[in-house]
């Protein structure tokens, strides 16, 4: 079962009471909450997600509710939990359905050191992932969602799951975050795409948060191969350009957007060294998409002919 199989009343009234379990990757959350954006936000955004059964295990379990006493109806927030804890400061109650993603983002950066979490966009093609880390503003999130919506698998726009024991990248499927005038520019660039109501004055600016495509839950649980390490920069009105950049550089690099690093001590240093051999590592400016994309495709046919 998936959640687009459940009537959206339905879903309102399981998660107002137990919640609903959805599988995305390799973890399962149970969510609950009584706030109708957020229902409406995982009625959209997780339609193709595995919809798990009430005694399935699940490894968080998070609300997003408003708080008790008068802030229900005065100036009204919503709060977000994991497991009884609240990580956060209340929000306005408008941005209930970005708090659970920034919390669930929480939630994998925080709490599952199985894995070295990276923050950084994947998209995979013909097995061979790319990685694109890089700080809030570089236009990361732009740059992945184009690509998954013009052939690139989507396996996050977060978080690079690594998996120690093989090396490979675990997907991690669920909306992509955009904000302020890219959301504009994917709505241009991919009509097809399903997207929430923006959310205006947020920590963030205007946030808007877009459905994965369908192939990317099809794959759910394919793995891939890393293969390319490029940090974007948008640059107005520069043309599309990848630069060689130092293995040692991107190393560096890389540690600064490693949330758990510091768990893994020497073995930490270990995976990302070996991450960043098996990739060739480059630095890429842009402005205008479809020539981003044009240098992306090169980049794999280029990696299919020599293997």
Same mark, same amino acid.
């Given at each position: 079962?998936?959640?687009?199989?459940?009537?959206?009343?339905?879903?309102?009234?399981?998660?107002?009471?137990?919640?609903?379990?959805?599988?995305?990757?390799?973890?399962?959350?149970?969510?609950?909450?009584?706030?109708?954006?957020?229902?409406?936000?995982?009625?959209?955004?997780?339609?193709?997600?595995?919809?798990?059964?009430?005694?399935?295990?699940?490894?968080?379990?998070?609300?997003?509710?408003?708080?008790?006493?008068?802030?229900?109806?005065?100036?009204?927030?919503?709060?977000?939990?994991?497991?009884?804890?609240?990580?956060?400061?209340?929000?306005?109650?408008?941005?209930?359905?970005?708090?659970?993603?920034?919390?669930?983002?929480?939630?994998?950066?925080?709490?599952?050191?199985?894995? *070295?979490?990276?923050?950084?966009?994947? &998209?995979?093609? /013909?097995? +061979? %992932?790319? !990685?694109? @880390?890089?700080?809030?503003?570089?236009?990361?999130?732009?740059?992945?969602?184009? *690509?998954?919506?013009?052939?690139?698998? &989507?396996?996050? /726009?977060? +978080? %690079?799951? !690594?998996? @120690?024991?093989?090396?490979?990248?675990?997907?991690?499927?669920?909306?992509?975050? *955009?904000?302020?005038?890219?959301?504009?520019?994917?709505?241009?660039?991919?009509?097809?795409?399903?997207?929430?109501?923006?959310?205006?004055?947020?920590?963030?600016?205007?946030?808007?948060?877009?459905?994965?495509?369908?192939?990317?839950?099809?794959?759910?649980?394919?793995?891939?191969?890393?293969?390319?390490?490029?940090?974007?920069?948008?640059?107005?009105?520069?043309?599309?350009?990848?630069?060689?950049?130092?293995?040692?550089?991107?190393?560096?690099?890389?540690?600064?957007?490693?949330?758990?690093?510091?768990?893994?001590?020497?073995?930490?240093?270990?995976?990302?060294?070996?991450?960043?051999?098996?990739?060739?590592?480059?630095?890429?400016?842009?402005?205008?998409?479809?020539?981003?994309?044009?240098?992306?495709?090169?980049?794999?046919?280029?990696?299919?002919?020599?293997?």
């Amino acid at each position: 079962m998936i959640v687009s199989d459940v009537p959206f009343e339905d879903l309102r009234q399981r998660m107002r009471t137990g919640g609903v379990s959805i599988r995305t990757g390799p973890v399962a959350a149970r969510i609950r909450s009584s706030v109708t954006a957020v229902v409406k936000g995982v009625h959209l955004h997780y339609a193709q997600h595995p919809l798990l059964g009430d005694d399935a295990f699940t490894d968080f379990h998070v609300r997003v509710d408003p708080p008790l006493g008068v802030r229900r109806w005065f100036e009204p927030q919503v709060l977000f939990s994991v497991d009884g804890e609240r990580p956060f400061t209340p929000l306005p109650s408008d941005q209930g359905f970005p708090m659970l993603e920034w919390g669930l983002n929480f939630c994998m950066s925080a709490l599952c050191d199985q894995y *070295l979490t990276i923050h950084a966009a994947v &998209l995979e093609r /013909d097995g +061979l %992932a790319v !990685l694109l @880390p890089a700080p809030s503003g570089s236009g990361k999130s732009t740059l992945c969602a184009a *690509l998954a919506f013009r052939g690139w698998r &989507l396996l996050s /726009d977060e +978080l %690079a799951l !690594l998996q @120690p024991e093989s090396g490979l990248l675990l997907p991690l499927p669920r909306p992509i975050s *955009l904000k302020n005038q890219s959301i504009d520019v994917i709505r241009a660039y991919a009509p097809q795409a399903a997207f929430s109501p923006p959310v205006t004055d947020t920590i963030k600016g205007t946030v808007c948060h877009v459905r994965p495509p369908a192939d990317t839950l099809a794959k759910a649980d394919e793995r891939a191969k890393p293969r390319w390490l490029i940090l974007p920069n948008y640059v107005a009105g520069s043309p599309a350009r990848l630069t060689p950049l130092p293995k040692a550089s991107a190393f560096m690099a890389l540690i600064g957007q490693t949330f758990n690093y510091n768990v893994y001590g020497r073995e930490g240093f270990r995976l990302l060294a070996d991450l960043v051999d098996a990739c060739d590592t480059y630095g890429f400016t842009y402005s205008q998409l479809d020539e981003a994309m044009a240098v992306f495709d090169e980049l794999s046919r280029t990696a299919a002919v020599h293997g």
